[in-house]
């Protein structure tokens, strides 16, 4: 069964401080991999896809097939980073049906 | 372009009694997917539409439907309401083929009573 793990309820960092949400998956086969993020009071939003490889916001996260990881990562986190961050898998060639984590929310103190 | 809107935002019913949630999706993208967030279960895949026919469905049991309309529009239907129905229900619009991401909405919040 298909299933998304992140084992961090809760991070705080300093501004400043690098950052690393972890995330680890099980899939058969070669998912698509996604960060969506939800800011106070706003909707879910994409964040970054694996397969565009983009650095969004200071933003990367690395696929790594061997160890079934998708970390987020920032070298220099700000307050705007503060949000509920989740990662999410779904089927290869589709963003429609999307298994989440349970999320992390990062909090970036000043 | 406007996003996807999701009505009502607020919803209070009370246990037995079935509800509709409605889904506009973005112009233009034709899969409609939908999503119960709860505290402790987290968000939980329901359905999939795409050109009026399901297409995907979650572990959920059969009080939980949907439908889609020619016009991609969606609605969502909860029969004989339990408490545990009580949740916030994203519905998410995307692209079918090679869709680079889902556009959620702002949600519907159920409460049950």
């Known amino acids: 069964a298909q299933r998304v793990t992140q084992p961090e309820k809760l991070l705080s960092v300093f501004k400043g401080a690098p950052v690393e949400l972890k995330c680890n998956y099980s899939?058969?086969?070669?998912?698509?991999l996604f960060w969506y993020v939800q800011y106070s009071r706003q909707r879910l939003q994409l964040l970054l896809r694996?397969?565009s490889r983009e650095s969004i916001k200071g933003f990367t996260a690395d696929l790594n097939k061997g160890e079934t990881s998708f970390h987020l990562k920032k070298p220099f986190a700000q307050e705007e980073d503060s949000a509920m961050y989740y990662c999410?898998?779904?089927?290869?060639?589709?963003?429609?049906?999307?298994?989440f984590g349970s999320g992390t929310q990062l909090t970036v103190l000043p | 372009k406007a996003g996807v809107t999701q009505t009502p935002r607020y919803l209070i019913k009370t246990r037995g009694q079935q509800v509709t949630l409605s889904c506009s999706p973005i112009?233009?993208?034709?899969?409609v997917s939908w999503y119960q967030q709860t505290p402790g279960q987290g968000l939980q895949f329901l359905f999939e539409?795409?050109?009026?026919?399901?297409?995907n469905k979650g572990n959920f049991p059969g009080r939980f439907s949907g439908r889609q309309f020619s016009n991609s529009r969606s609605e969502m239907n909860v029969s004989t309401l339990e408490l545990g129905d009580s949740a916030l229900y994203l519905c998410?619009?995307?692209?079918?083929?090679?869709?680079?991401?889902?556009?959620f909405g702002q949600g519907t919040r159920l409460t049950v009573v």
């Open positions: 998410a619009s995307s692209l079918w083929v090679n869709g680079p991401e889902a556009f």
């Open positions: 694996h397969i």
């Open positions: 112009s233009g993208h034709r899969s």
């Open positions: 539409y795409f050109s009026e026919t399901q297409r």
């Open positions: 999410a898998l779904s089927p290869p060639g589709s963003a429609r049906q999307l298994t």
């Open positions: 899939y058969s086969g070669s998912p698509e």
